[in-house]
């Protein structure tokens, strides 16, 4: 079993930044692809970004690329998510996720992972 807790989320404005954490505990961290995915009331949960167990590939969806960085530190069993240029769109849950490095699965699909943090919750103001 692996636990994740999210930290970091909070109220920001318009144009502003904020950055994510997620700390992983329970297996070998850098056997796992780790990622974040954001759910707004009454949506579908939605890919944000991913990163490769060693850290050297990173994913993200058209809405984010640019603007959101996913990071690891695998001596930390860390992943972070920072997100700069926000936009009042950005505003959801952001979940961290994790599945076995060897999964080659579709990396944007959330039935892909198998465990999931408790959520944080992220508000852009306009």
């Known amino acids: 079993q692996v636990q994740l807790v999210e930290s970091g989320g909070g109220l920001v404005q318009a144009g502003g930044s904020l950055s994510l954490a997620c700390a992983a505990s329970?297996?070998?961290?850098?056997?796992?692809?780790m990622a974040w995915f954001r759910q707004s009331p009454g949506q579908e949960r939605e890919f944000v970004a991913a990163?490769?167990?060693?850290?050297?590939?990173?994913f993200y969806p058209n809405s984010v690329k640019g603007r959101f960085t996913i990071s690891r530190d695998n001596a930390e069993n860390t992943v972070h998510l920072q997100m700069n240029s926000l936009k009042t769109e950005d505003t959801a849950v952001y979940y961290c996720a994790a599945r076995a490095a060897h999964n080659s699965g579709d990396i944007s699909a959330p039935f892909m992972y198998d465990f999931w943090g408790q959520g944080t919750q992220v508000t852009v103001s306009s």
């Open positions: 329970g297996q070998t961290f850098s056997d796992l692809t």
């Open positions: 990163i490769s167990y060693s850290g050297s590939t990173t």
